[in-house]
Nanobody, 123 residues
Framework: VQLQAFGGGLVQTGGSLRLSCAAS????????AGWFRQAPGKEREFVAAITYTGGNTDYANSMKGRFTVSRDNAKNTMYLQMNSLEPEDTAVYYCCIAQRVWNSRRPDDYDYWGQGTQVTVSS
């Protein structure tokens, strides 16, 4: 499975962005998926996760109410709608797939990663 994240960019504080993660292959719909982010000098941080059907989602506390993860398995694509963005959200955002777990906040539980897309929020 290959993943490609895109949709990042430069946005002002309070703005919105929608990230997409396109997956190759026919197995995307079988697996849980997630979003992580990494800011310069910091460890990779959990953002959101979604089960393979999309029926359950999980968010880091600081993202709840601002970010929404969703997926369209027919299109092999996952999305992250980000609203009310803050400068602290500036990071490279990565999408990933987990083959072995239903849902996880741990990077080590994810087996495939996209290349990341830069999100920059200006103050």
């Amino acid at each position: 499975v290959q993943l490609q994240a895109f949709g990042g960019g430069l946005v002002q504080t309070g703005g919105s962005l929608r990230l997409s993660c396109a997956a190759s292959g026919r197995t995307f719909g079988r697996y849980a998926a997630g979003w992580f982010r990494q800011a310069p000098g910091k460890e990779r941080e959990f953002v959101a996760a979604i089960t393979y059907t999309g029926g359950n989602t999980d968010y880091a506390n600081s993202m709840k109410g601002r970010f929404t993860v969703s997926r369209d398995n027919a299109k092999n694509t996952m999305y992250l709608q980000m609203n009310s963005l803050e400068p602290e959200d500036t990071a490279v955002y990565y999408c990933c797939i987990a083959q072995r777990v239903w849902n996880s906040r741990r990077p080590d539980d994810y087996d495939y990663w996209g290349q990341g897309t830069q999100v920059t929020v200006s103050s």
